[in-house]
């Protein structure tokens, strides 16, 4: 899914910094997401967004921030209130839907491995 | 909220089995059931979806079943290759998030050949 570009791929932290991924889609989605993945965890939703300026908490956004100001890019900050940010992080964006069908499939980038310095 | 369990979380099978991985879910309003292939350090890639009103799907060698009585969506992949190997998610509607997705913790099936 060549749509969706997740930069840097590869990004380390030092104590009390804050750092931001980028995730830029060309697909002209309305909807984008953050998705957090550990071992053995899955993948647990940081923040969504279902319209450029808006954007919500989903299950773990405590130590995380984001901003939808194009509908192209929802950047996600990891902050330093965020204790332990080594992970996988993933951008996802979909369609959005209609009616019953307001699932659409989501895509995912390629990801970005965050690890502390 | 919905609550996806998914099992199990490892299958190994022999070149040319059958593999069966199954997930349920809580909420009975879900209607959109997908599942996810991830090779190591890639990202998730979709492999196949369906939607409440239909009971199965297939492409090619993948098929989903969904029954809504029981609440619960299997993946079948018949004649397994080596390349079948990877971890597999499946994930449900969030039903509290838009039209976010909650996800399986995933099956790690190795294929030997």
């Known amino acids: 899914d060549g749509g969706i570009t997740q930069s840097p791929k590869y990004l380390f932290r030092k104590e009390g910094q804050n750092v931001t991924l980028s995730c830029e889609q060309n697909?002209?989605?309305?909807?984008m997401y953050w998705y957090r993945q550990d071992p053995g965890q899955g993948l647990r939703l940081i923040y969504y967004?279902?319209?450029?300026?808006?954007?919500q908490k989903g299950d773990i956004a405590e130590g995380y921030s984001v901003s939808r100001e194009k509908k192209e890019s929802f950047p996600l900050t990891v902050t330093s209130a965020q204790k332990n940010p080594t992970a996988f992080y993933l951008c996802a964006s979909s369609m959005a839907g209609w009616g019953g069908n307001s699932n659409q499939p989501q895509h995912f980038g390629d990801g970005t491995r965050l690890s502390i310095l | 909220g919905e609550n996806v369990e998914q099992h199990p979380s490892t299958l190994s099978v022999q070149e040319g089995d059958s593999a069966v991985i199954k997930c349920t879910y809580s909420?009975?309003?879900?209607?959109?059931f997908p599942w996810y292939k991830q090779e190591l350090g890639k990202r998730p890639q979709l492999i196949i979806d369906i939607r409440s009103n239909v009971g199965e799907k297939k492409d090619q060698r993948i098929a989903v079943t969904l029954n809504k009585t029981a609440k619960h969506f299997s993946l079948h992949i018949t004649e397994t290759q080596p390349e079948d190997s990877a971890v597999y998610f499946c994930?449900?509607?969030?039903?509290?998030?838009?039209?976010?997705?909650?996800f399986g913790k995933g099956t790690t099936l190795s294929v030997s050949s």
């Open positions: 967004s279902q319209i450029v300026n808006d954007f």
């Open positions: 697909l002209n989605h309305d909807a």
């Open positions: 909420d009975s309003a879900s209607n959109y």
């Open positions: 994930a449900a509607p969030h039903n509290q998030a838009g039209t976010a997705l909650i």
